[in-house]
């Protein structure tokens, strides 16, 4: 019987973990690294590294044929998703669900409060020093829309409420009403585009949202809007953001970009009203902390044999 745990933390760095003696599990560090810490046949449980390159990340699965769980460190699963859904079936892919929420919300606040009060603006005014005093766009009054109203969707609106804003509309695949109030469906994405000032991204990335900032999203945009992706890049159609830009009609704020990294020399680098951070949503200090937790959990919850938390789908 195969026991191997590979963790992306020193085992000791995890409180809780089930006693290697009593559970029989055999806890292995991989972080990465190029050398394998056993045989990726003998695991059982699989941490998948935090940001590192995606093809590290899937490059051992092939070869865990035993493996019956996928646990992640990120809220997407979509750098994983097509490796794993080729293993065998039965395997269980969980998110880090619990972890980001908050952290990325903040940052889309950061971006969104820093787009429309000016700070770009004033930093460079600070280096060339340079009093840019003047009038400059609120929150307060302002109607936003969430698209995708997950887990870090739901972190938003609540960060949102203090701010005194005119209205936040919700947007998600499918409609529903939650305790929050209704959540419209895709559908009505025109309508709702042409009546919001601030438009905010927090879906995961699917067949079904790739590219679904396109031109025609673009276009149904207020005149002055601020479009936010706290998201993913491809989420985003590149070529249609730089279009709209480059006539100043709307600004932007994004921390994830596709391409991403964003190479120098990249044409969104200098593109006028765009504030740009590098995928910075979910690395902070309360990573650590919150997914060391979720690590713990789940491996208890596994030699237990009790149902996963966060399963995003089972092989089959």
């Not at 409180?15 to 991989?30: K, N």
Request: proline share 8%; charged share 20%; with cysteine.
């Amino acid at each position: 019987m195969t026991t191997d745990v590979w963790l992306p933390w020193e085992a000791s760095d995890l409180q809780g973990l089930p006693d290697a003696s009593e559970s029989g599990l055999t806890y292995r560090f991989w972080n990465g690294d190029e050398e394998y810490p056993a045989d990726p046949a003998d695991c059982v449980f699989y941490g998948v590294p935090y940001m590192i390159d995606p093809e590290i990340c899937v490059r051992p699965l092939p070869s865990m044929t035993s493996l019956r769980v996928v646990q992640t460190q990120t809220a997407g699963v979509d750098h994983v998703l097509a490796a794993v859904e080729g293993l065998a079936p039965g395997v269980r892919l969980c998110n880090a669900r619990g972890v980001h929420e908050a952290s990325t919300a903040e940052l889309a606040l950061t971006l969104t409060l820093a787009s429309l009060r000016g700070i770009p603006r004033f930093v460079e005014g600070q280096r060339v020093q340079e009093w840019r005093q003047g009038f400059y766009p609120a929150l307060a009054d302002k109607s936003v829309l969430i698209v995708g109203h997950g887990a870090i969707g739901s972190a938003i609106e609540d960060r949102l409420a203090g701010f005194e804003c005119a209205r936040v509309a919700r947007v998600a695949r499918s409609g529903r009403t939650t305790e929050r109030g209704l959540v419209h469906p895709l559908a009505e994405l025109p309508r709702l585009l042409s009546e919001s000032d601030v438009v905010i991204l927090s879906t995961p990335l699917t067949e079904a949202t790739r590219g679904l900032v396109s031109a025609d999203f673009l276009g149904h945009m207020k005149d002055g809007a601020l479009l936010v992706n706290v998201a993913r890049g491809p989420v985003v159609d590149t070529k249609a953001l730089l279009a709209e830009l480059e006539t100043g009609r709307i600004t932007a704020a994004l921390d994830v970009t596709d391409p991403e990294p964003l190479p120098p020399g990249h044409p969104l680098w200098q593109a006028p009203g765009v504030l740009i951070s590098p995928h910075v949503g979910g690395p902070t200090s309360a990573f650590a902390p919150r997914t060391r937790r979720l690590l713990a959990a789940q491996v208890n919850r596994y030699a237990a044999g009790e149902p996963l938390a966060n399963v995003v789908l089972t092989t089959s």
